[in-house]
C-alpha cells in the first residue's frame, strides 16, 4: 500500500505552491477576512483533492508495470542438496569469515570508529602491488567487506534455520540501531563529512551493502522497530541528497569506484518499493541513475550516453558494470521512459557478449572491451553474484524465460564451478578452462600486477575480501526469486532447484515443497499443502533444453512455462520429468561445449593440491598443479553419450595426435577443468 505520509507531503507542497503564486487571494477579498477564510477552505478541499486525483494518475501514467510480485524474503526455504550445501557453508567460510579476518569484520567503521577529516588509510592485510585506483578506497572498503558478508549469513542462516546464528544475528542488529543518529543516519562518516565530498567516498555504497541485510531480516522477523529505524535513515539520504538540488555523484575527475558502487542504493529503494509500493523510492532510485549518467565516473558503462553510443564497448571494472544493469532497470520501470528502456535492452545484450556459455561472466578484473572466451577471461566470483542478482531483478520486471534460464546458468555451472568441491574455499578469479590454479591465469603473466587471484582461498585477504563475502550471499540471493507471483492467484515456480515455499493465496495459506536432485537429475515432485482450498494457478519454468515433459496432468504450455490450472486438494503430489539430450553449444570463438539439461560438462584434470597461507584448522590457501597437460580437440564424429551423470565423448588428443574415449563430469564439481573444445577437421 502507498504511505499516507508521502501523499500527506505533496499535498502540502500543493497547496504551498498555490498559495505562494497567486496573490488575488489578498487583492480580491481583502476587505472580508470571513470569505477570504471561506474561500481559502474550499479552495484548499479542492486543490487537496484535485492534488490527490492528479498524482495518483500521474503515478499510474509514469510508472511502467511489472511482471511479476516477489515473495517476502525466507518465504522459500531450500531443501535437499542446496540446503545441505549452505550448512557447510555456514559451518565453513560463511559462517567463520569473522575469524578468519576479524580485524576487517569487527572494524567499528559505523560506530565509534566512524571516518572523519584526519582518517588515515587502513591496513587491510592485501597486496596493493600494480593497483592503480589508489588509496581512498582503502578507507571505506571494510564496510563492503563486513556489511557484504552480514548480508549473506543473515540470509544463510534464516534459510536454515540455524539457532546459533539467529541468536548471532539477533544480536548485530541490535548494535546497528544503536548506532544510529537522532536525524536517522546509519553510515560511516561523522557529522563533519557525511554528504559532504567532492572526492571518492562510500557514503552510498556503505549504505547499500547494510541495508540489504537489514530489510532481509525485517522482512523475515516484521520487527517494527527494525523497520522504522531503515525508513528512517533512508528518509535521511533523500532528505540530504535532495532530488533536482544536489548532486551525490559529483566527485570530481579521479578514481571514484566507491562512488560508483553506490549507485546500487537502488537496490534498498527497491526493495523499499516492493515492501511499501510507494514510488517515491523508485522516483528516487530514478534521481540516482540521472544523476550518475551525468557526472563523472571511473566506472562508466552504465552511463546513457555511454549505453546509446553504438560505438562504445563495455570497459570497465566487471563488477560495477553487473551490478549496474540494477540501477539502469529500476530507472527504467521507474518512468514511462521509451529511451531508458532501449538503452536497458542495448545493455543486457552487451553483458551477454562479455558471458561464457557457463554464465562466468568478465570480471579480470576491467571488461576492457573484450568478448568471453573460455581460456583468455577469467571472471570474478563478486561478478558472478552480481550479474545473478541483476538476473534475478531483470526477470521478475520483465518476466523472460531466457533470463531465468541464464540465472541458473550461472548458479549452476560458473559459480558450482569456482568453488572448491573438497573443502571450504571458492576461486577469487577463475577461467571456464582451467588448467591451472596457481596464482595467475592459464600460466599467462601480466605485466603491471603481480596476480594471486587464480587459487582458492576461505578468505583471499591478500587481494580483497569481497569475493568470499559475496559467495556467502550468492545462494540466498538465487533462493529468493524461485517463486514469484503473478496477479493475485498465481505462483510461478521460476527457478527450479529443491526448495519449500510457504505463502498465501486470497488470504489462504499455501505451502508447495518441491522434492529434486536437479539439476544433477530432472525430475520433480511438487507436494501441494493447500488446507483452506484456495483457487490458484501453478506455473513451472520449462527450461528451452527439454524435449518431452512426462507427467500424468493435463497442463498448457504459455509463454514457455508448464500451466496447470485446475482445483487443488488439500493434499497432493504432482510429479513431474523432463526428457534431455546431449547438447553441444558454440560459444562466440566457435569452441565447443557439452551440456546435458541444465549442466555443462568439463574433463577434469588431475592436479597436485599445495597448501598456501593456513588461517586455522581446515582453512587454508590452496593452489593446483595439473599433473599432465594434455588438451583435447573437437571431432565431429565425437559420438557423445549420456550415462549416470556423465557424458563420454571421442576427442583428439593434441600431444598424441590420437582419438580416445573421455568422460566429462558436471563443470561445477571441477577444479582444473577442459570445458571447451576447438573444431578439427579429420
Request: glycine share 4%; with cysteine; proline share 3%.
Amino acid at each position: 500500500m502507498k504511505e499516507k505520509k508521502y501523499c500527506t507531503t505533496l499535498i502540502s507542497k500543493t497547496i504551498y505552491n498555490l498559495f505562494r503564486n497567486h496573490d488575488w487571494w489578498q487583492t480580491k477579498f481583502s476587505n472580508d477576512k470571513p470569505i477570504i477564510y471561506s474561500m481559502r477552505n474550499l479552495y484548499l478541499t479542492i486543490a487537496i483533492l484535485a492534488s490527490f486525483t492528479m498524482n495518483s494518475q500521474q503515478k499510474n501514467a509514469t510508472k511502467t508495470e511489472e511482471k511479476y510480485q516477489i515473495l517476502p524474503f525466507g518465504s522459500i526455504k531450500p531443501t535437499g542438496w542446496i540446503k545441505e550445501q549452505m550448512q557447510k557453508d555456514v559451518d565453513g567460510f560463511v559462517g567463520n569469515l569473522d575469524k578468519l579476518v576479524p580485524d576487517l569484520i569487527n572494524d567499528p567503521i559505523y560506530s565509534t570508529g566512524r571516518l572523519h577529516k584526519n582518517s588515515t588509510v587502513k591496513d587491510l592485510g592485501n597486496n596493493k602491488e600494480g593497483d592503480a585506483e589508489g588509496s581512498e578506497q582503502y578507507k571505506w572498503w571494510n564496510s563492503e567487506t563486513q556489511s557484504n558478508w552480514w548480508d549473506g549469513y543473515i540470509r544463510n542462516v534464516i534459510l536454515i534455520n540455524d539457532k546459533a546464528g539467529l541468536k548471532k544475528v539477533e544480536k548485530y542488529i541490535q548494535e546497528v540501531l544503536k548506532t544510529q543518529d537522532e536525524d536517522g543516519y546509519i553510515g560511516i562518516y561523522d557529522k563533519e563529512l557525511r554528504y559532504q565530498f567532492n572526492s571518492e567516498n562510500g557514503e552510498l555504497w556503505s549504505k547499500a551493502t547494510m541495508y540489504r541485510g537489514l530489510l532481509a531480516y525485517y522482512e523475515y522477523s516484521k520487527d517494527k522497530k527494525l523497520w522504522n529505524a531503515i525508513v528512517k535513515a533512508v528518509d535521511n539520504v533523500m532528505t540530504n541528497y535532495p532530488i533536482g538540488t544536489s548532486s551525490p555523484f559529483s566527485s570530481g575527475t579521479a578514481f571514484n569506484g566507491g562512488v560508483s558502487h553506490g549507485l546500487t542504493f537502488t537496490d534498498v529503494l527497491d526493495k523499499m518499493y516492493q515492501i511499501t509500493g510507494d514510488t517515491k523510492y523508485t522516483d528516487y532510485a530514478l534521481f540516482l541513475y540521472q544523476d550518475f549518467s551525468k557526472t563523472y565516473q571511473s566506472e562508466k558503462d552504465v552511463q546513457l550516453s555511454n549505453i546509446l553510443n553504438p560505438n562504445y564497448k563495455l570497459q570497465s571494472h566487471g563488477v560495477h558494470t553487473y551490478e549496474h544493469l540494477r540501477p539502469l532497470l529500476v530507472a527504467a520501470y521507474a518512468s514511462d521512459n521509451k529511451e531508458l528502456q532501449k538503452a536497458l535492452q542495448i545493455y543486457i545484450q552487451r553483458i551477454e557478449n562479455t558471458t561464457t556459455l557457463t554464465g562466468g561472466a568478465i570480471g579480470d578484473e576491467w571488461i576492457a572491451e573484450r568478448t568471453a572466451d573460455a581460456t583468455h577471461t577469467g571472471y570474478e566470483y563478486c561478478s558472478l553474484q552480481e550479474l545473478l542478482d541483476s538476473y534475478t531483478v531483470v526477470f521478475q520486471k520483465q518476466g523472460n524465460p531466457k533470463t531465468a534460464e541464464a540465472i541458473e546458468t550461472i548458479f549452476y555451472n560458473a559459480a558450482q564451478g569456482s568453488r572448491n568441491p573438497d573443502h571450504s574455499c571458492i576461486a577469487y578469479l577463475k577461467t571456464d578452462n582451467s588448467f591451472e590454479m596457481e596464482g595467475t591465469k592459464n600460466g599467462e603473466i601480466e605485466a603491471d600486477r603481480k596476480q594471486t587471484r587464480y587459487k582458492y582461498s576461505p578468505a583471499h585477504k591478500d587481494v580483497a575480501v569481497c569475493c568470499n563475502p559475496n559467495a556467502g550471499r550468492i545462494t540466498p540471493y538465487f533462493i529468493e526469486k524461485a517463486w514469484l507471483k503473478e496477479n493475485k492467484n498465481t505462483l510461478v515456480n521460476v527457478l527450479l532447484m529443491p526448495n519449500s515455499v510457504a505463502t498465501k493465496i486470497q488470504n489462504k495459506p499455501i505451502t508447495i515443497e518441491t522434492v529434486t536432485e536437479y539439476p544433477y537429475e530432472n525430475k520433480f515432485v511438487f507436494k501441494i499443502s493447500n488446507p483452506k482450498l484456495a483457487s490458484f494457478v501453478l506455473k513451472i519454468r520449462k527450461p528451452s533444453w527439454v524435449k518431452q515433459i512426462v507427467t500424468n496432468e493435463k497442463y498448457t504450455i504459455e509463454n514457455d512455462f508448464i500451466v496447470f490450472n485446475r482445483k487443488f486438494k488439500k493434499q497432493e503430489a504432482l510429479t513431474l520429468e523432463f526428457k534431455a539430450e546431449v547438447e553441444i553449444k558454440k560459444d562466440l570463438n566457435n569452441e565447443n561445449y557439452f551440456s546435458y539439461g541444465a549442466l555443462f560438462y568439463a574433463k577434469p584434470i588431475e592436479a597436485f593440491e599445495q597448501k598456501g597461507k593456513s588461517y586455522f584448522t581446515n582453512f587454508d590457501d590452496l593452489t593446483y598443479k595439473p599433473k599432465e597437460n594434455h588438451r583435447f580437440e573437437f571431432i565431429e564424429e565425437n559420438q557423445a553419450s549420456f550415462n549416470k551423470g556423465q557424458i563420454t565423448i571421442k576427442a583428439k588428443n593434441k600431444t598424441t595426435q590420437q582419438i580416445e574415449n573421455i568422460t566429462l563430469i558436471p563443470f561445477g564439481k571441477t577444479i582444473l577443468r577442459q570445458v571447451s573444445f576447438k573444431i578439427i577437421k579429420l
